[in-house]
């Protein structure tokens, strides 16, 4: 039997965008506890992957973004056969006009931050990539797009 369409993966897409000598990151939290992502999210059916980054980066951070290239593909999927399964898609992405917004549109940002990319293994950083991201940071993100497997952050 075909799987409905509903039960597919979700695909997310998430922006790499150095900014001030860090990287751009936002925050939000759970049970208390602050977690960190790449500005991105969903993809609607109606839009094209850099529509899709150009959206949910405005909506988090208030930057116009461009995509510059594709950097990673990573599966989310929930070890305990939850019915969670992401795709995402994270690409290296430059500002185009905008300013950061003091206070997120997006409910569920608590803040916009630049961080330090040596300060990326620090975090709890999803997916967890950080590793992926400082190493394609020392070669000036001039590294070949990746596929770096399924990723699972266990909740705390």
């Known amino acids: 039997m075909a799987a409905r369409a509903s039960d597919g993966p979700r695909v997310r897409v998430a922006a790499v965008i ?27 059916s109606d839009e094209t992957l850099a529509e899709a980054l150009a959206r949910e980066v405005a909506e988090e951070t208030g930057l116009a973004c461009a995509i510059v290239k594709p950097l990673f593909i ?29 206070r997120p549109t997006d409910p569920t940002i608590e ?17 967890p990539i950080a590793h992926a991201l400082i190493a394609a940071s020392a070669e ?17």
């Open 111 to 127: 803040g916009v931050e630049v961080v330090d990319i040596h300060d990326l293994g620090r975090l709890d950083l999803r997916p």
């Open 140 to 156: 000036g993100y001039d590294v070949p797009a990746r596929y770096l497997g399924p990723m699972w952050t266990d909740e705390r």
């Open 74 to 102: 990573n599966d989310t999927i929930d070890p305990a056969g939850g019915r969670r399964h992401l795709v995402n898609i994270t690409f290296l992405a430059e500002t185009t006009g905008g300013a950061l917004l003091a």
């Open 18 to 44: 150095p900014y001030e000598d860090g990287l751009l990151l936002v925050r939000q939290s759970k049970g208390g506890e602050p977690y960190y992502l790449l500005p991105g999210g969903g993809v609607e």
